[in-house]
T-cell receptor, first 113, second 115 residues
Framework: DAKTTQPPSMDCAEGRAANLPCNHS???????VYWYRQIHSQGPQYIIH???NNETNEMASLIITEDRKSSTLILPHATLRDTAVYYC??????????????FGRGTQLTVWP | DAGVIQSPRHEVTEMGQEVTLRCKPI?????LFWYRQTMMRGLELLIY????????DSGMPEDRFSAKMPNASFSTLKIQPSEPRDSAVYFC?????????????FGSGTRLTVV
């Protein structure tokens, strides 16, 4: 039931910015966009989330388009430890979807030296 | 805070045996989620609780699976009888409310192998 589309893989040079795109064209007005990542053999880790405004924290920046149909996660200075699968998720907000996080296949980001 | 604690980390069992996975959420979090991850199906939500009450168990694959949350600091996921196709990594996550806009914290998972 994933409502997002992401490229299956991307790579990035260490020290450069990694820009991970996500399409969520069916997003509803009150649904948040969440980003998580999963490093091999570990549980998913929360990165950032947003509704309509761009957001920034110590890990990343999230850019959401004005029509909210797509977003981009930016890791400003990628390191080797950022190699992981990155999931873009639209969080259910009503009724039976309340609280659900639908994880799609995500994007495998590989940071190379 | 020690984070979400799951046990055991690894479990190998024979087909037909009962398996119990355990989870201790972060203190103060009142929502708890059980996920399963396989190569074929990715991460799937099995069930989630809010204030110890099961809210949505539509992801539980069949009657062999059951989950309980007897109190705010403990939850179990039981499989009886287990089958080889249940082999997967099972994750528990907790949050401050299912509707809270903050993120969910996941445990390190239990890798289950049913032979």
């Amino acid at each position: 039931d994933a409502k997002t589309t992401q490229p299956p893989s991307m790579d990035c040079a260490e020290g450069r910015a990694a820009n991970l795109p996500c399409n969520h064209s069916t997003i509803s007005g009150n649904e948040y966009v969440y980003w998580y990542r999963q490093i091999h053999s570990q549980g998913p880790q929360y990165i950032i989330h947003g509704l309509k405004n761009n957001e920034t924290n110590e890990m990343a920046s999230l850019i959401i388009t004005e029509d909210r149909k797509s977003s981009t996660l930016i890791l400003p200075h990628a390191t080797l430890r950022d190699t992981a699968v990155y999931y873009c998720i639209v969080r259910g907000s009503r009724g039976s979807t309340l609280g659900r996080l639908y994880f799609g296949r995500g994007t495998q980001l590989t940071v190379w030296p | 805070d020690a984070g979400v604690i799951q046990s055991p980390r690894h479990e190998v069992t024979e087909m037909g045996q009962e398996v119990t996975l355990r989870c201790k959420p972060i203190s103060g979090h009142n929502s708890l989620f059980w996920y399963r991850q396989t190569m074929m199906r990715g991460l799937e939500l099995l069930i989630y609780f809010n204030n110890n009450v099961p809210i949505d168990d539509s992801g539980m694959p069949e009657d062999r699976f059951s989950a309980k949350m007897p109190n705010a600091s403990f939850s179990t996921l039981k499989i009886q009888p287990s089958e080889p196709r249940d082999s997967a990594v099972y994750f528990c996550a907790s949050s401050l409310g299912a509707t809270h806009s903050g993120g969910y914290t996941f445990g390190s998972g239990t890798r289950l192998t049913v032979v």
